[in-house]
């Protein structure tokens, strides 16, 4: 059987009075969580959080902070270069010493080959640029190929140093991954947002040349906050439906 999975997460402590390490890891798939050591000397929690490919190295950006990185849970941290403090970071799931950014105000690509010491600039984006809620998503299987979004702009996958729109993605407020088709080498993906002038959950096989719409105007959950496909079950998606709790749905 495959190794448990190691995983980290940030949040936020309400009446924090004891200086309390608001960013955690797990080595056993999330069954049990350990502290990281200390937090950066700066930032106020929260924010986003990404591990290498290796579990070996972590990059946090803490609101009010901007990213920093350790590669000893928390012992040392130092601050990472060449991005720009608001980008959203995650990592490479193949390759460890891969890192992409995106700043969604600029709507520049940063890349780091590196470990997440230093980043480049990449393509510019340009007219994709969106401050709200821009997400990266790099394929579970394939190096060098990432998915991202621009909420009123749509949605791109960049690979082998091009970048792609993909067809009939108006908005999208969150997007995600998951196993694809047998035999496929290319990721569910899934979309909470406006696709060919509809507002749903989608699911497209082909990287959007098609769109499937998953939910009916009957089921509309609420807002989705966040969304996700399984790993390992094509078809199962999962989401957050704020004040409805965490959704799942199979194929019919």
């Known amino acids: 059987g495959q190794a448990p999975a190691i995983m980290v997460r940030s949040g936020t402590v309400r009446d924090r009075r004891n200086n309390e390490v608001r960013v955690a890891y797990s080595l056993d798939g999330g069954s049990s969580w350990t502290s990281f050591a200390n937090e950066p000397p700066a930032g106020d929690g929260g924010g986003h959080i990404t591990i290498a490919a290796d579990g070996k190295r972590v990059i946090w950006t803490p609101w009010k ?21 608001n980008a959203v970071i995650e990592a490479d799931r193949v390759d460890e010493a891969i890192y992409y950014g995106y700043d969604g105000i ?42 991202h979004t621009a909420h009123w702009r749509g949605m791109l996958r960049w690979a082998a140093g091009k970048l792609v729109r993909l067809g009939g993605v108006e908005s999208v407020q969150t997007m995600g991954l998951g196993k694809g088709k047998d035999g496929s080498e290319t990721p569910a993906l899934y979309v909470f947002g406006k696709v060919s002038g509809k507002e749903g959950l989608f699911r497209t096989d082909n990287d959007g040349r098609s769109w499937q719409r998953i939910d009916d105007d009957a089921h509309r959950f609420g807002k989705v906050a966040h969304i996700t496909g399984d790993p390992r079950l094509y078809g199962r998606v999962y989401f957050a439906a704020q004040g409805r709790g965490i959704i799942y749905g199979d194929p019919k």
């Not at 902070?65 to 403090?85: C, E, L, M, Y």
């Not at 600029?106 to 809620?133: A, C, H, M």
């Open 65 to 85: 902070s901007g990213p920093w990185i350790t590669a000893d849970f928390g012992k040392r941290w130092q601050k990472v270069k060449g991005i720009p403090d």
């Open 106 to 147: 600029t709507g520049k690509l940063y890349i780091s080959g590196n470990g997440g010491v230093e980043f480049s600039e990449g393509p510019q984006v340009g007219e994709f640029g969106d401050w709200f809620r821009p997400e990266l998503h790099p394929d579970p299987k394939q190096s060098g190929v990432v998915y």
